[in-house]
């Protein structure tokens, strides 16, 4: 799928030459980088098929890009909701099923030419062909299940031409974007070409190539595959997806086709979807806004060599960026050379790709090469007068022009601003661990900071593969502060007799990936209490929340020994690392009774705890949109990617609702600010709100 948010939709064309006997079709559209397959491409193909299909001169087609480096995506997902209000919505679905089977049963072979991505509706169109020749560098997929949807271009039924059912569901069920050799071993590409040769291959394989042969494979086989899956389908989406292809093996690919159609249209409108197509487009639009004019930082330095630092710096040689780290000791650059060899052998592709990548990292316990990088990264502990002291020994070493930021989660950045001689290149970037995994990073302006550093390393960000939100630099900045409030609701639902299995479970229910209880278990309770309580609460909910009773309840709980689980006893047992059970002990540790509070009440509260502290974020401008609090709450602490962010949760569910439920939970405990109840008595949303400049900097 693909995003014009905000722009026009732009006509797009299909060019045809000919090389030899084969008819050559161009996609490409020349206003655009990227093909985006919408309803004049497939007028266009259908105008381009006729005329093939009327040409006896014509002996085989291949289909490619105009674009070096990019086939194509799918729809644009803005559009999709006026498909769906269509009342023509099926015809046009049909038309499009109907292509697609002609294409499928033409006597002349189509190969399709792949370089770069071919995503959602493009790779419909190369599954459709006999044939699909792709450079080392595409890649392949039907990612649709990943926004709420299905394939609506025939894809459900076309991939079980190319692939066994089984691989067919990994592929639409996990969302899942293979690499060419990835592809080609499962039968997903024919061959490799690389992008110098790639149409000419493709046009000597449709000269050899005949009618693609079906995959063997038996009807019981491919129903047992779908029964399999059934049963731990976890969304609508999936759902209906079985049903689809379940339709197409039991009935044949004209009962599927209708199937598909039927299900991409109920479910365009359906909450799920909606939630991952705003989350799909303000995330889209987050990268957008992070693109910096800025020369790319080819030399990085980051020093401190612990969990953090490491791995900004293997995910900084993993994205082909040379990275000096700097370390007090031996032994923990060592680590951090271990963990990068870890993390490369993930991500490179090969030995001797990792090989080469693995010559760009450097370690250091003095400052070797700190005179030639452009950007530092500090990753030391997170006390504050280890970090001033280390800014002021950075500012030493690097040149005039160097980017410095700060990773912390929660000391104010300004508050460390002086030990540098140009504060204004100076702010902070929260990444997330593992870093090399956790997408997101906030980045921090305090009120010196210049609005070219902000760019600068919203530049850095986006090179290591980051999505990154701008926040202010208040107590907590924005995940921190919001992921804190969630913690600590989780104890005192405890301190009020909540069960912790109810706890847990209606985390679960409402979609939380774990429960706060299990949260602070891999966290470790220490560190609850240091950054969440210390650090965050304290200072920010301490007047409308009982943050003295959490802190005790922590102390208690790890004097008596229950610490997380690296230390094999938390909220949870643990058995050789692995959780074994909520831990028995902690009740009698507190010496709270349980009491019934049913389920609904346990989740709202969490819901509403986290959502809550996101709107006062927004009122006192932490934010610079609902949208970035959406994303930031996604991508780095673990609120429901089905419920789109807490922002479009409330506009979804209706904000009357929200106030109303916050006000009978608690209007001190769960206060909805300010913002909202204009809102609901508007009829307004927090997504038409407008956005800010970036705090401290009138970026």
């Known amino acids: 799928m693909a995003s014009s948010k905000g722009s026009t939709r732009i006509v797009q064309t299909i060019a045809r030459e000919t090389r030899g006997s084969t008819a050559l079709l161009i996609l490409d559209n020349p206003a655009s980088s ?14 381009r098929f006729d005329e093939i299909a009327g040409d006896p001169s014509i002996t085989a087609v291949v289909l490619a890009s105009g674009k070096r480096g990019s086939f194509g995506a799918g729809a644009d997902v803005s559009w999709l909701p006026e498909l ?42 190369a599954l459709a062909g006999d044939g699909i020749v792709a450079t080392p560098s595409a890649r392949l997929g039907l990612p649709e299940i990943t926004l709420g949807l299905i394939p609506g271009g025939g894809g459900t039924q076309l991939i079980g031409r190319w692939v066994p059912t089984g691989s067919a569901l990994d592929l639409l069920l996990g969302g899942t974007v293979l690499t060419a050799e990835q592809a080609l071993a499962i039968g997903l590409v024919t061959e490799i070409a690389e992008p110098d040769g790639l149409v000419d291959a493709a046009v000597a394989l449709a000269g050899t190539l005949g009618r693609k042969a079906p995959v063997e494979q038996s009807h019981e086989d491919r129903l047992a595959e779908i029964e399999a899956r059934t049963a731990s389908a976890p969304t609508l989406a999936a759902r209906r997806l079985l049903e689809v292809v379940s339709a197409g093996v039991e009935h044949g690919p004209e009962a599927g086709y209708a199937a598909e159609r039927s299900a991409f249209l109920e479910l365009i409108p359906s909450d799920e979807a909606a939630a991952r197509i705003h989350l799909f487009t303000a995330e889209s639009e987050v990268k957008r806004r992070s693109r910096s004019s800025a020369s790319p930082v080819e030399r990085l330095g980051v020093v401190g060599g612990g969990q953090m630092g490491s791995g900004i710096a293997a995910t900084a ?6 990275a000096v780290v700097r370390d007090v000791t031996e032994d923990q650059l060592a680590k951090a050379g271990d963990y990068l060899d870890r993390v490369l052998a993930r991500s490179a592709g090969g030995e001797a790709e990792a090989a080469e990548r693995r010559a760009d990292w450097a370690g250091t316990t003095e400052w070797d090469g700190f005179d030639r990088v452009s950007a530092v990264i500090e990753a030391v502990f997170e006390l504050p007068e280890l970090k001033l002291e280390t800014l002021g020994q950075i500012a030493e070493r690097v040149g005039p022009d160097t980017l410095v ?10 508050s460390l601003a002086g030990a540098l001689k140009q504060p204004g290149q100076f702010m902070g970037m929260h990444f997330f661990s593992p870093v090399d995994r956790m997408p997101l990073v906030e980045l921090v302006p305090h009120s010196a900071t210049e609005a070219a550093t902000v760019e600068r390393a919203g530049g850095l960000a986006r090179q290591l593969g980051k999505v990154p939100i701008v926040v202010a630099d208040l107590p907590g900045f924005f995940t921190s502060r919001v992921y804190a409030r969630w913690l600590i609701e989780g104890i005192l639902l405890l301190l009020d007799g909540a069960a912790p299995a109810t706890i847990e479970a209606a985390a679960k229910s409402a979609g939380f990936p774990v429960g706060p209880l299990q949260a602070s278990d891999e966290a470790t309770l220490d560190l609850v209490l240091k950054a969440s309580v210390t650090q965050v609460a304290e200072k920010v909910m301490a007047t409308r929340l009982d943050i003295a009773a959490v802190r005790s309840a922590l102390e208690r ?17 643990y058995e050789g690392g692995k959780r074994a059970g909520l831990n028995p002990a902690v009740g009698a540790v507190l010496g709270v009774d349980e009491r019934e509070l049913d389920e609904r009440t346990v989740r709202d509260r969490l819901l509403l705890a986290f959502a809550s502290e996101c709107f006062l974020c927004w009122d006192d401008g932490t934010l610079c949109h609902p949208d970035d609090g959406d994303v930031g709450s996604v991508l780095g602490i673990g609120f429901p990617r ?3 962010g807490p922002f479009h949760w409330a506009d979804r569910t209706g904000l009357a609702w929200v106030a109303e439920r916050s006000d009978e939970l608690g209007p001190i405990a769960f206060p909805v600010g300010t913002t909202l109840p204009r809102l609901a ?6 997504a038409d709100e407008p956005r800010r400049a970036a705090p401290g900097t009138g970026a």
Do not use: C
């Open 84 to 125: 769906a209000g269509r009342d023509d919505a099926e015809r046009f679905l049909a038309s499009v099923h109907g292509l697609m089977q002609e294409i499928v049963q033409s006597p002349l072979p189509w190969v399709t030419a792949v370089d770069g991505p071919a995503l959602g509706g493009a790779l419909e169109l």
């Open 34 to 47: 990227l093909n985006v397959i919408d309803e004049r491409v497939l007028a266009d193909l259908r105008t």
């Open 405 to 414: 930021a700060t990773n912390t989660s929660a000391i104010p950045v300004g």
């Open 557 to 573: 709980l790890i004097a008596a020994g229950v610490e997380g689980r690296r230390q094999g006893s938390g909220f949870y047992s």
């Open 681 to 686: 008595a508007s009829g307004g949303r927090f």
């Open 642 to 644: 089905a419920l789109g």
């Open 317 to 322: 040689v993993s994205r082909g960026i040379k």
